[in-house]
């Protein structure tokens, strides 16, 4: 009888064992699980700033290419304005020359 107490103290004393090793297995899970829910939405709260950030930055960099642009096409029309400044300067040029190259040609046959 005395070994059936025993046997019985056993298994009672095993089974709380493992009733506790299963309760405590439990407890780290759901730990775990609400620590790695909150690391998981801490990421999200930085990879959302980041990604605000990031448009931020975007939006910096395309206004000042907007700028870019800006100046750039001012710079076209001036080239445009002093090419079209600087055509009609050679062709009077031109013209003033034709107009010397006759003159002297009727000096020559003058002189012979």
């Not at 990879?47 to 000042?64: M, R, Y």
């Not at 445009?80 to 031109?94: G, I, N, P, R, Y």
């Amino acid at each position: 009888m005395k070994d059936e107490k025993k046997k019985k103290h056993k298994s009672a004393l095993y089974g709380n064992c493992i009733l506790a090793c299963c309760g405590f297995v439990c407890i780290v899970v759901v730990f775990l699980a609400f620590y790695n829910q909150g690391k998981s939405n801490e990421h999200k709260q930085e990879q959302n700033k980041l990604d605000s950030t990031s448009l931020i930055q975007d939006s910096i960099k395309l206004e000042i290419d907007k700028d870019k642009v800006l100046k750039l096409q001012t710079m076209i029309q001036l080239f445009e304005k002093q090419t079209d400044t600087l055509s009609s300067q050679l062709s009077a040029l031109t013209t003033e020359i034709k107009s010397i190259k006759r003159l002297l040609k009727t000096f020559i046959k003058k002189g012979k």
